[in-house]
């Protein structure tokens, strides 16, 4: 069984791409960055969510000898230009401060009507390979924008993003019902074909 290490630390992560792999037949070894605690975190300079994957699942392979895989996500608005994208955890100046994103955005968007608030989450999903092979996929979850949060769970952007042909928001539906149309969700299922034909 070969081991597989997502560059996370965070758990749900960790359990919805096993349950995605186990769901395709593969019964690879997964564990998170946690079982390395020596590896630092790796700095994510790049200018798409492709490259910051890349870095983060190269590093990780590098410095572990095993495959990795790695993903980056973010909200895209249309009329933001696909902002805040890339900057989407830190969008009010510190990174993870989902209210202070949320609040921010939803201020800058405030006397834009409806039909001008399309946006999608968007993430790139990558596998690495200690040689340097790698592959890269994407998943999206086309939306439009709430004026005000509705929903508890979830995090990030999910209380405002209310997907196409939903009535509810992301942080309204079961995490469950999330998974099976998120953006991330999508990239992890588009990766487990990658995974069967690099690692077996």
């Known amino acids: 069984m070969t081991r597989l290490i997502l560059a996370t630390r965070n758990p749900g992560k960790i359990?919805?791409?096993?349950?995605?792999?186990?769901?395709?037949?593969?019964?690879?070894?997964?564990?998170?960055?946690?079982?390395?605690?020596?590896?630092?975190?790796?700095?994510?300079?790049?200018?798409?969510?492709?490259?910051n994957a890349l870095l983060k699942a190269h590093a990780l392979a590098q410095a572990t000898g095993l495959p990795a895989v790695a993903d980056d996500s973010g909200l895209c608005v249309d009329v933001l230009g696909g902002?805040?994208?890339?900057?989407?955890?830190?969008?009010?100046?510190r990174h993870g401060d989902d209210r202070a994103n949320l609040d921010l955005l939803l201020a800058q968007l405030s006397d834009i009507d409806a039909p001008h608030r399309a946006a999608h989450f968007a993430?790139?999903?990558?596998?690495?390979?200690?040689?340097?092979?790698?592959?890269?996929?994407e998943g999206r979850l086309r939306g439009t924008l709430r004026h005000a949060p509705s929903g508890s769970g979830g995090f990030g952007y999910d209380p405002i993003l209310q997907p196409d042909g939903e009535s509810r928001t992301c942080a309204e539906m079961s995490a469950a019902?999330?998974?099976?149309?998120?953006?991330?969700?999508?990239?992890?299922?588009?990766?487990?074909?990658?995974?069967?034909?690099?690692?077996?």
């Open 177 to 200: 019902e999330k998974n099976a149309i998120s953006h991330r969700g999508q990239a992890f299922r588009a990766l487990a074909p990658v995974v069967r034909e690099l690692l077996g």
């Open 15 to 51: 359990s919805e791409l096993h349950a995605i792999l186990a769901e395709a037949g593969l019964d690879h070894e997964l564990v998170g960055a946690d079982a390395y605690p020596e590896i630092p975190d790796v700095k994510e300079t790049g200018v798409t969510f492709a490259e």
């Open 123 to 137: 993430c790139a999903a990558t596998l690495a390979l200690p040689d340097g092979t790698e592959r890269v996929v």
């Open 83 to 93: 902002a805040p994208g890339i900057f989407s955890a830190r969008w009010a100046g």
